[in-house]
């Protein structure tokens, strides 16, 4: 059963940049997708992106509140999904998820939080 394991949040200012990981360990052969999510409070949960592990290729979509200033990573020997945020705003400030399961990415960005899902990691905007 796959696992995953978010890292990295804090506080971060205005502008600045700060790097998320998700630690996934579980899988044994094939390939997987890893996607990032974010809730803020009160909130919907917002898809990011996503990677997958057989082509590399980050991808987000249209909606993505990220788009343009994220990038996504595999670090394969790590099995660790990076998520780089830039020029970081206030309103960027919420509860950031990360998941992954043997799919596409674009059924993935579908998926609501499940019990398999962690307690994500904090990223605080302000000044």
């Known amino acids: 059963q796959l696992q995953f394991v978010e890292s990295g949040g804090g506080l971060v200012q205005p502008g600045g940049s700060l790097r998320l990981s998700c630690a996934v360990s579980?899988?044994?052969?094939?390939?997987?997708?890893v996607a990032w999510f974010r809730q803020a409070p009160g909130e919907d949960l917002e898809g990011i992106g996503c990677?997958?592990?057989?082509?590399?290729?980050?991808?987000?979509p249209d909606s993505s509140p990220l788009k343009g200033r994220g990038t996504l990573s595999i670090d394969n020997f790590e099995n660790t999904v990076y998520l780089q945020m830039n020029n970081l705003k206030p309103e960027d400030t919420a509860t950031y998820y990360c998941a992954a399961e043997a799919t596409i990415c674009k059924l993935l960005l579908r998926r609501q939080p499940s019990d398999s899902w962690g307690q994500g990691t904090q990223v605080t905007v302000s000044s």
């Open positions: 579980g899988f044994r052969s094939g390939s997987i997708a």
């Open positions: 990677i997958s592990t057989s082509d590399h290729l980050p991808y987000f």
